[in-house]
């Protein structure tokens, strides 16, 4: 089995600072521990792309070149990086300082916590338009509620390919059957999204959606709804580790779930081949 999980995290508040950290979290997580958290699996292959663990903005370029610097140990494949899309000028010095390092294929600037209407802005537009000239792709981190703001985003910057991540965030709640899950506003908004051609979805962070722990049943009918709204060949399988864990355990649900969904091709496209696709990984 070959994994390609498009949704890594790393830090280390030695090296960088990350204002947002939890208490368990704050401690490096680094080559070390992820290679603890995969564990040994002798018929598995793993490599990552990185995405951008929110350090301080100033810090954006320095996270990038620190990851380049882990890149052979933790087998990385590309960098989501933070750019600040609100100011087009300094996006454009991002992007000319991305260019120059050949791991980074797509970018980042974390929306679930900004106003509605924030990606909505010309600025912001302008930014994306940029983002999409220099042939890298967009991951919009959003709570479900503002799924609306990522169709309008599509919808004005066709060009730009976006990457839903985690699924939309929903609110995962105690056990439910698929129909009651695919009647929740969450699944009418995702299935909106999915209508354009220019996005593509996560299967990530659910883990981190449930509140004390998580079970298969409670995930996989979001797992059913996605599969329904995009197809197999338009879903990345990412871990989001460390914020959701344990690693291995949500390897396991979503590779069983995708064993009674698809065939072996369906399931290696959504393990791997789409995210080498999207993020046109070398």
């Given at each position: 089995?070959?994994?390609v999980?498009?949704h890594?995290?790393?830090?280390?508040?030695?090296?960088?600072?990350?204002d947002?950290?939890?208490?368990?979290?704050?401690?490096p997580?680094?080559?070390?521990?992820?290679?603890?958290?995969?564990?040994e699996e002798?018929?598995?292959?793993?490599?990552?792309?990185?995405?951008?663990?929110e350090?301080?903005?100033?810090?954006?370029?320095a996270?990038?070149?620190w990851?380049?610097?882990l890149?052979?140990?933790?087998?990385a494949?590309?960098?989501v990086?933070?750019?600040p899309l609100?100011?087009?000028?300094?996006t454009?010095?991002?992007?000319?300082?991305?260019?120059?390092?050949?791991?980074?294929?797509?970018?980042?600037?974390?929306?679930q916590?900004e106003?509605?209407?924030?990606?909505?802005?010309?600025?912001?537009?302008?930014s994306?338009?940029?983002?999409?000239?220099?042939?890298?792709?967009?991951d919009?981190?959003?709570?479900?509620?503002?799924?609306?703001?990522?169709?309008?985003l599509?919808?004005?910057?066709?060009?730009?390919?976006?990457?839903?991540?985690?699924?939309?965030?929903?609110?995962v709640?105690?056990a439910?059957?698929?129909?009651?899950?695919?009647?929740?506003?969450?699944?009418?908004s995702?299935?909106?999204?999915?209508?354009?051609p220019?996005?593509?979805?996560?299967?990530?962070?659910?883990?981190a959606?449930?509140?004390?722990?998580?079970t298969?049943a409670?995930?996989?009918?979001?797992l059913d709804?996605?599969?329904d709204?995009f197809?197999?060949?338009?879903?990345?399988?990412?871990?989001?580790?460390?914020?959701?864990?344990?690693?291995?355990?949500?390897v396991?649900?979503?590779?069983t779930?995708?064993?009674?969904?698809?065939?072996?091709?369906?399931?290696d496209?959504?393990?791997?081949?789409?995210a080498?696709?999207?993020?046109?990984?070398?």
């Amino acid at each position: 089995m070959r994994v390609v999980d498009a949704h890594l995290h790393l830090w280390d508040p030695g090296v960088l600072s990350y204002d947002w950290l939890p208490g368990p979290l704050i401690r490096p997580f680094g080559p070390a521990e992820l290679e603890a958290a995969v564990g040994e699996e002798p018929d598995a292959e793993y490599e990552f792309v990185f995405v951008q663990a929110e350090c301080a903005p100033d810090q954006s370029i320095a996270e990038v070149d620190w990851v380049v610097s882990l890149a052979p140990r933790v087998r990385a494949r590309g960098i989501v990086a933070r750019a600040p899309l609100e100011d087009p000028a300094a996006t454009a010095a991002h992007l000319a300082a991305f260019a120059e390092r050949q791991l980074v294929v797509g970018v980042r600037r974390l929306l679930q916590s900004e106003p509605a209407g924030f990606s909505a802005t010309a600025a912001f537009r302008e930014s994306a338009r940029a983002v999409a000239s220099a042939g890298l792709v967009f991951d919009a981190c959003v709570r479900w509620g503002q799924l609306p703001d990522v169709v309008a985003l599509a919808d004005a910057v066709p060009g730009l390919t976006i990457v839903l991540d985690h699924v939309g965030k929903p609110e995962v709640g105690e056990a439910a059957g698929t129909g009651r899950v695919a009647r929740m506003p969450w699944a009418e908004s995702l299935q909106e999204l999915a209508r354009r051609p220019n996005v593509v979805c996560k299967l990530s962070g659910l883990p981190a959606e449930a509140t004390d722990g998580w079970t298969d049943a409670q995930v996989r009918p979001f797992l059913d709804v996605a599969l329904d709204a995009f197809g197999p060949d338009r879903l990345l399988f990412g871990s989001d580790w460390p914020v959701s864990a344990p690693y291995r355990r949500w390897v396991q649900t979503v590779v069983t779930w995708l064993d009674e969904h698809l065939d072996e091709s369906g399931r290696d496209a959504v393990l791997a081949a789409n995210a080498e696709r999207v993020y046109r990984l070398r």
